[in-house]
């Protein structure tokens, strides 16, 4: 099953997972296919992208932000990704992945993506930044307006240094590809 498929399929049984909690996880069920994989037989490093896109999606969906961001005009948007591979995910090998959105701040979201083994380890690790962008309004809102209009009162805790560094890290990057 290709992406399209792998899309559909996660769209298709969203609702039999339940609302999403922020804070809490998703996590979507995968098997290492022949279309996702390098020279090395491994899961390529692309397709880690395109399974992370795929659980924000997923939670996208089931916090309401996808019903939400069509009636209001907004885009959900990733600003930038961190990725650390540890294990490799081989050919026909059963995996999941692990989402969530651990904190924000002002205009920007931090979540994670971590792949899961079927032994319990973790193969990888993607921590991404983002935002909400307002069409109407032309300009990025705060996460906490997008929060609240989903119904929820739940405040972000404060970003962990790890957190923090990868931020600096993603500004200081976003700066030399604006100069370039």
Known sequence: MYVWGRLARMMATASSRGPYVIGDQSRLGFRCLPTDIDFNSHLNNARYMM??????????????????????????????????????????????????????????????????????????????????????GRRFLEIGEVVAALGHSVQPRPPTEAERAFMISHRNLREQAKQA
């Open 51 to 136: 399974l992370a896109d795929l659980g924000r999606i997923d939670v996208f969906l089931r916090v309401g932000l996808v019903a939400l961001a069509r009636k209001h005009g907004w885009a959900p948007m990733i600003g930038g990704l961190q990725a650390s591979y540890v294990r490799e995910i081989r050919l026909w090998r059963h995996f999941e992945v692990a989402s969530s959105i651990e904190t924000w701040e002002a205009t920007s979201v931090i979540g994670k993506h971590r792949f899961i083994l079927d032994n319990g380890e973790t193969a990888a690790l993607i921590m991404t930044t983002g935002g909400v962008y307002d069409r109407r």
